[in-house]
């Protein structure tokens, strides 16, 4: 407890002094650092928008020149490899088994072409101005009527568990370490950019094929909105066709600790 030399109002006590205030002091550089951001942004604009719509198409035709870099470089690869090939089969020793066992290695890998029936799913997404066509559902929000990572995969799935001997989305062959991923409504597959409609084509039994697909839950899931919202949806069979063996790189990347 003070005593009463110490307390306020008496004559011999000075006045009291005001504490220092640090949030005061940061408050203010705050808003000085906010000034200059501004100052700085107005600068730079010069009255523009810097949020324009052409940095977006300059962004857009990056990736897309970079999609046709990669496929004529998978491209070059591809001719590279049929070089090593023919120079591979060149007598180098090995015995017939051993030359047996690397074709079947080569075949399961999907480096080698594959033909035989085929079967192609079309998947596309639906018009933008879609409504629910059947009674009982909610108007669409756009997310229902895009083509998702989801859908495609739950095909490439089913099409596997359906005995398929090889798979090509779009363009290009699929191996053990290939990955279905979309962005948006764009499809992302090893380093090449696709929009939709979105094409997976299969060789093996069509009939085989065609029953895993109608069993896949996921599909049958992704037919209600083919149904309700105009999700588009294509199965053909295609007779006799061949799928390119895959072209890309086979070296499995990963991540690393930063030392």
């Excluded at 490439?156 to 370490?177: C, E, P, Y």
Aim: with cysteine; proline share 6%.
């Amino acid at each position: 407890m003070s005593n009463s030399a110490d307390s306020p109002g008496t004559g011999s006590s000075p006045a009291p002094k005001h504490r220092f205030r640090p949030v005061r002091v940061l408050t203010a550089a705050v808003f000085a650092l906010a000034g200059l951001i501004f100052f700085t942004s107005f600068n730079t604009a010069k009255g523009t928008n810097i949020r324009t719509d052409d940095s977006l198409l300059r962004l857009s035709d990056l990736i897309h020149e970079r999609s046709r870099e990669n496929g004529e470089l998978n491209e070059s690869n591809a001719a590279l490899r049929d070089d090593v090939d023919a120079l591979a089969e060149r007598d180098d020793g090995s015995t017939r088994a051993e030359d047996e066992k690397l074709a079947a290695l080569e075949k399961n890998a999907g480096t080698q072409k594959v033909s035989g029936e085929g079967l192609t799913v079309t998947l596309n997404d639906a018009p933008p101005d879609a409504t629910a066509k059947l009674p009982g559902y909610p108007e669409p929000q756009p997310d229902y009527l895009v083509i998702h990572q989801q859908d495609l995969q739950a095909v490439v799935n089913a099409l596997w568990q359906g005995g398929a001997k090889g798979i090509k989305v779009m363009d290009q062959r699929l191996i053990s370490t290939s990955a279905v991923r979309c962005v948006g409504n764009t499809l992302i597959l090893q380093g090449r950019v696709y929009s939709p409609p979105y094409k997976i084509t299969a060789v093996g039994d069509p009939e085989k094929l065609q029953k895993a697909l109608t069993a896949s839950p996921a599909i049958q899931n992704y037919m209600v909105y083919v149904n309700v919202y105009g999700l588009g949806w294509k199965v053909t069979e295609d007779g006799t066709v061949t799928l390119p063996g895959y072209s890309g790189t086979v070296d499995l990347r990963y991540a690393e600790p930063v030392e």
